[in-house]
């Protein structure tokens, strides 16, 4: 539950914050683009994991969700302390891996989504946008 809390508070405000980014001209997406839609889903993702863990009583769970929420919190604080002193294509593998292996995944599946999903980002900002993210 507190896990879906942080990202809902989180998405939230990367939604609202994107606003104020301008939407782009006609077909071709502007810098406010993609912050608009991953805070969407990830305000959705985040009600969806508030629901479900509603539906969940074992104390148990809600001291997983404690520490993955924790963990999370740690993890995004290293990678933004990261963002000047390491490149786009270290930190956010490393980052989107150690995430994925907090929540339950094996490390091989972990690395793998985390080293394909990068090359997507990558892919859709410096060639589809045409903008550096480093």
Do not use: C, H
Not at 80 to 87: D, Q, S
Not at 105 to 112: F, I, V
Request: hydrophobic fraction near 65%; proline fraction near 5%.
């Amino acid at each position: 539950m507190i896990a879906g809390i942080v990202f809902l508070v989180f998405g939230v405000f990367l939604l609202t914050s994107s606003f104020v980014l301008p939407e782009g001209v006609g077909r071709v997406p502007g810098p406010g683009f993609f912050p608009r839609a991953i805070g969407a889903a990830m305000t959705l993702l985040a009600a969806a994991e508030i629901a479900a863990a509603r539906k969940r009583t074992a104390e148990s769970q809600e001291w997983v969700g404690v520490r993955m929420a924790a963990g999370a919190l740690a993890l995004l604080a290293v990678y933004l302390a990261a963002w000047n002193l390491v490149p786009f294509a270290v930190r956010t593998p490393l980052f989107l891996g150690a995430l994925l292996r907090l929540a339950g995944e094996r490390w091989r599946a972990s690395l793998t989504v985390a080293v394909v999903l990068t090359a997507l980002i990558f892919a859709a900002f410096r060639l589809g946008l045409r903008l550096p993210l480093d």
